[in-house]
């Protein structure tokens, strides 16, 4: 990250695989400095000191399971914790106006709602899949169908045994970004089952420890285009969601997501974001004052 002023992150779920590593990633990198991490209330995890909890040593990093109490002394809030915990969280940093970057999956119809009440006051960053690869792909993928049609597509993915969900949320939203909010989908082909133009094939391999990969195949008649994309491990959901939370702090109030990370027009440098807001400010009570 390439950055004068080290950002200063919370991270939400800090004690939980995800949030360790977003931890050792930020650690490791002067363009952050970590204000303190929240846990679970009434696990007493608290007590426990944060280089145990956490994973790694970050100067002054305080560990609270009250939200309230850290969420204001940060500049961006990183949510990895679990579904039952996002609305809190993302009530606090409305109140507060402190960006958001949520990567918590597996969210209620009224735990999206909440994300998006607090998109009306500051901006929130959601993504079902951080990693900066996904989301490149996520940005290409409608240019691709488009220069490919009438192509058929099929999307393969692979994970680890131990995954719940199938197919996984990050090919969902790989079909969305090909073929629109309700894609035409079948989930594997048994029997007679004749292709219907149009439709997106999707496919899920289990087994290993594999920690995800996802390909696209569109096929022609002569030809054949695959894209893929291989997660090497958690780091690259760390780094994904460090890069969101430096580009979200220079945003206006809003729900965000990977394909807005392509568009570098709306970004300011918060010195310059800061320096508009009070020169914009300063314009307001000259206003005042002359009226
Ligand atoms: N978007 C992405 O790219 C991406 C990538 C990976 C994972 N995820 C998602 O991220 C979430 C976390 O994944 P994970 O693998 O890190 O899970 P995990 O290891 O279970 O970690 C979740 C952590 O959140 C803590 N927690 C629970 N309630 C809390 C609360 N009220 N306040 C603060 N912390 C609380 C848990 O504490 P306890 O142990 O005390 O319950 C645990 O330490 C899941 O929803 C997962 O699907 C998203």
């Known amino acids: 990250m390439n950055s004068t002023i080290a950002i200063r992150i919370a991270i939400a779920g800090v004690g939980g695989r995800m949030g360790r590593e977003i931890a050792a990633a930020a650690a490791g990198d002067p363009a952050?400095?970590?204000?303190?991490?929240?846990?679970?209330?009434?696990?007493?995890t608290e007590e426990a000191g944060w280089v145990s909890v956490a994973g790694t040593s970050a100067p002054h990093a305080r560990l609270?399971?009250?939200p309230a109490s850290l969420i204001p002394d940060a500049e961006a809030l990183i949510d990895f914790s679990l579904p039952e915990a996002v609305v809190a969280h993302a009530?606090?940093?409305?109140?507060?106006?402190?960006?958001?970057?949520c990567g918590v999956t597996g969210l209620t119809p009224e735990q999206d709602a909440a994300l998006r009440a607090a998109a009306a006051r500051t901006p929130v960053y959601v993504a079902r899949n951080m990693s900066v690869g996904v989301g490149a792909l996520l940005a290409i993928l409608p240019d691709l169908a488009r220069l490919l049609p009438g192509y058929d597509i099929e999307i393969v993915e692979t994970h680890h045994r131990r995954k719940q969900d199938a197919p996984s949320g990050t090919a969902l939203a790989l079909a969305e970004a090909l073929a629109g909010p309700e894609p035409d989908l079948i989930f594997g082909r048994q029997g007679i089952a004749p292709r219907r133009a149009g439709e997106i094939g999707m496919h899920a391999v289990r087994g290993g420890g594999n920690p995800g990969e996802h390909t696209i195949v569109f096929s022609g008649e002569g030809d054949e285009v695959r894209v893929s994309h291989r997660a090497f491990g958690r780091r690259a959901y760390a780094d994904g969601a460090l890069r969101a939370a430096a580009w979200l702090i220079g945003q206006r109030p809003g729900l965000y997501g990977p394909a807005?990370?392509?568009?570098?027009?709306?970004?300011?440098?918060r010195p310059a974001l800061r320096a508009a807001e009070a020169l914009a400010a300063a314009d307001a009570a000259a206003r005042t004052r002359s009226a």
């Open 91 to 101: 009530r606090l940093c409305a109140e507060y106006e402190i960006p958001l970057v």
């Open 64 to 66: 609270t399971a009250d």
């Open 32 to 44: 952050f400095h970590i204000v303190g991490g929240i846990v679970r209330p009434g696990r007493g």
């Open 260 to 269: 807005d990370l392509r568009d570098p027009s709306p970004v300011l440098p």
